[in-house]
């Protein structure tokens, strides 16, 4: 018996064929995508889904791909080196924007994994519903996070 709540189920909140819904998403099975008025109604389908897809799957004598499991094992801390050049760039574009190096570079991280992550999904909408007509440029990070900043003043 599959454990549908063991999975790994986002909820968001966006317009989808001119639709004010909820939209459940399973990390573990990227082609699940389900809808609702509410986060509740979009989360219960997505756990409807992936225990009827594990029923399906258990009948041919397959199985689903297992639940990720969070790991606990990372201290927060990276170590790293780069060329003093990159150390510039990013340390002047830290003072720029009034925030520590490491918030910065925090900033940074975290902006490109969300980026990467939406890419990776190809969400239809998503660049839309973040006020940008296009996705932003992957070349460079500082352009990442100055791109982002233009785009929060635009609005």
């Given at each position: 018996?599959?454990?549908?709540?063991?999975?790994?189920?986002?909820?968001?909140?966006?317009?989808?064929?001119?639709?004010?819904?909820?939209?459940?998403?399973?990390?573990?099975?990227p082609d699940?995508?389900?809808?609702?008025?509410?986060?509740?109604?979009?989360?219960?389908l997505a756990?409807?889904?992936?225990?009827?897809?594990?029923?399906?799957?258990?009948?041919?004598?397959?199985?689903?791909?297992?639940?990720?499991?969070?790991?606990?094992d990372y201290?927060?801390?990276?170590?790293?080196?780069?060329?003093?050049?990159?150390?510039?760039?990013?340390?002047?574009?830290?003072?720029?924007?009034?925030?520590?190096?490491?918030?910065?570079?925090?900033?940074?991280?975290?902006?490109?994994?969300?980026?990467?992550?939406?890419?990776?999904?190809?969400?239809?909408?998503?660049?839309?519903?973040?006020?940008?007509?296009?996705?932003?440029?992957?070349?460079?990070?500082?352009?990442?996070?100055?791109?982002?900043?233009?785009?929060?003043?635009?609005?």
């Amino acid at each position: 018996m599959t454990n549908a709540y063991a999975y790994n189920i986002t909820v968001r909140r966006d317009v989808f064929d001119g639709d004010m819904l909820f939209e459940a998403r399973v990390k573990e099975l990227p082609d699940v995508a389900e809808y609702g008025d509410t986060y509740e109604e979009a989360y219960a389908l997505a756990v409807e889904t992936i225990e009827l897809a594990g029923a399906m799957m258990a009948e041919q004598g397959r199985e689903l791909p297992a639940p990720y499991a969070p790991c606990v094992d990372y201290s927060g801390r990276v170590t790293l080196r780069v060329p003093r050049t990159l150390h510039r760039a990013i340390a002047e574009a830290a003072e720029d924007e009034g925030v520590s190096l490491n918030q910065h570079i925090v900033n940074v991280l975290g902006y490109y994994s969300g980026y990467a992550n939406a890419e990776r999904n190809l969400v239809a909408g998503a660049w839309r519903s973040a006020g940008l007509s296009k996705p932003l440029p992957t070349s460079s990070h500082l352009t990442l996070v100055r791109a982002k900043v233009l785009a929060q003043e635009a609005a």
